[in-house]
Antibody, heavy 117, light 106 residues
Framework: EVQLVESGGGLVKPGGSLRLSCAASGFSFSRFSMNWLRQAPGKGLEWVSFISSSGSDIYYADSVKGRFTISRDNGKNSLYLQMNSLRAEDTAVYYC??????????WGQGTLVTVSS | SSELTQPPSVSVSPGQTASITCSGDTLGTKHACWYQQKPGQSPVLVIFQNIQRPSGIPERFSGSKSGTTATLTISGTQAMDEADYYCQAWDSSPVVFGGGTKLTVL
């Protein structure tokens, strides 16, 4: 069974940093591209970042470019999102999701990041 | 334009057909996906590559695309289909989502 489990969310002050993790199991992690997406409270879905299976291709949404860094460790079956210079508008549930079929079939349960003083 | 436009809300009676549209220039060259999201849950992919249905998704869910507009159709809508629905244009970067449509089954 494919499982994606996010962790690392919490309350952080504006300007602070947080590192999210996504532990993958039930599939060959190194064969799939992965993504981070987010959803602000009461709002719609927003794609945040993409990383290819080998990590050689990386893309970011303009809203996080220069502040967030996506990475992966295929040996540990894990995906990461380093978030720096956090802003109130980064408050959201952050999901990791596997790329396939031209969409996202598997999603984690999400981890809440709250940026507030 | 990379924006996708959905109606904020759609209402349907049980057993009737619900249609949710998604419009945007990017759909002229990109495939559309559709997601269902119920309160407190992660999104579920219900349509990919415009018309394909993942395994486990009921046959009452179907998709279509014409030009720059994609449509999600739910035939014989059930109370359990009440949810938010999001369209998405597939691309490596940036990935664009519609603003979402709240489907109410009256």
């Amino acid at each position: 069974e494919v499982q994606l489990v996010e962790s690392g969310g919490g309350l952080v002050k504006p300007g602070g940093s947080l590192r999210l993790s996504c532990a993958a199991s039930g599939f060959s992690f190194s064969r799939f591209s992965m993504n981070w997406l987010r959803q602000a409270p009461g709002k719609g879905l927003e794609w945040v970042s993409f990383i290819s299976s080998s990590g050689s291709d990386i893309y970011y949404a303009d809203s996080v470019k220069g502040r967030f860094t996506i990475s992966r460790d295929n040996g540990k079956n894990s995906l990461y999102l380093q978030m720096n210079s956090l802003r109130a508008e980064d408050t959201a549930v952050y999901y990791c999701a596997r790329s396939e079929l031209g969409g996202y079939v598997y999603w984690g349960q999400g981890t809440l990041v709250t940026v507030s003083s | 334009s990379s924006e996708l436009t959905q109606p904020p809300s759609v209402s349907v009676s049980p057993g009737q057909t619900a249609s949710i549209t998604c419009s945007g220039d990017t759909l002229g060259t990109k495939h559309a996906c559709w997601y269902q999201q119920k309160p407190g849950q992660s999104p579920v992919l219900v349509i990919f590559q415009n018309i394909q249905r993942p395994s486990g998704i009921p046959e009452r869910f179907s998709g279509s695309k014409s030009g720059t507009t994609a449509t999600l159709t739910i035939s014989g809508t059930q109370a359990m289909d009440e949810a938010d629905y999001y369209c998405q244009a597939w691309d490596s970067s940036p990935v664009v989502f519609g603003g979402g449509t709240k489907l109410t089954v009256l």
